[in-house]
Nanobody, 119 residues
Framework: QVQLVESGGGLVQAGGSLRLSCAASGGSFNNWVVGWFRQAPGKEREFVTATRWSRWSLPITNYADSVKGRFTISRDDTENTVYLQMNSLKPEDTGVYYC?????????WGQGTQVLVSS
């Protein structure tokens, strides 16, 4: 059973950067779709980004419009880790960030890591 553990959250000023990590244990996740969601206070959890490998081993990546050009997802399948580089952070990026992994009908979530962007 794949388990996910996030790290790297914290407090940052607007315009700053953070890098989140999500380490998977319990098995290889190179075939999984991996990504990030976030949940702001009082709001529903929302999609941020996800990536998977195509049949030709090329990355297929999607981003929410609100983070395009500022956030970058990457993965290191040798380390079973997925990263989220967040630049030019805005106060509206504040929330709990959750790592997500999907394979077929199976979905796994991490426990979340808090990101707080001050204005």
């Amino acid at each position: 059973q794949v388990q996910l553990v996030e790290s790297g959250g914290g407090l940052v000023q607007a315009g700053g950067s953070l890098r989140l990590s999500c380490a998977a244990s319990g098995g290889s996740f190179n075939n999984w779709v991996v990504g990030w969601f976030r949940q702001a206070p009082g709001k529903e959890r929302e999609f941020v980004t996800a990536t998977r490998w195509s049949r030709w081993s090329l990355p297929i990546t999607n981003y929410a419009d609100s983070v395009k050009g500022r956030f970058t997802i990457s993965r290191d399948d040798t380390e079973n880790t997925v990263y989220l580089q967040m630049n030019s952070l805005k106060p509206e990026d504040t929330g709990v960030y959750y790592c997500n992994a999907r394979l077929g009908l199976v979905t796994k979530w991490g426990q979340g890591t808090q990101v707080l962007v001050s204005s």
